[in-house]
């Protein structure tokens, strides 16, 4: 397995989950776990990590390329 297989597998997988917290959000679903209703407000921190770790993955992964930071120095010789 190559890492940039993992890092989009990974990815693909944090997305899916990220999307159906925010269903759960925006649809108003009850999360019941033994006869307790889950409050909301654990869905929004999920949604907020796995989404991030999602974009990060696939920024690992080859999805998106990378933009350079910081100012080009000029050396005087090239």
């Known amino acids: ?24 959000i925006v649809f108003g679903w009850e999360a019941v776990i033994g006869g307790w209703a889950a409050p909301m407000w654990p869905s929004w921190a999920a949604f907020v990590v796995s989404a991030f770790l999602a974009w990060a993955g696939f920024r690992l992964g ?17």
């Open 1 to 24: 397995m190559t890492t940039r297989f993992y890092h989009q597998t990974t990815a693909a997988i944090l997305a899916a989950v990220a999307i159906l917290h925010a269903a759960r």
């Open 62 to 78: 080859g999805r998106w390329p990378r933009r350079r930071r910081g100012a080009r120095i000029w050396t005087g010789n090239r």
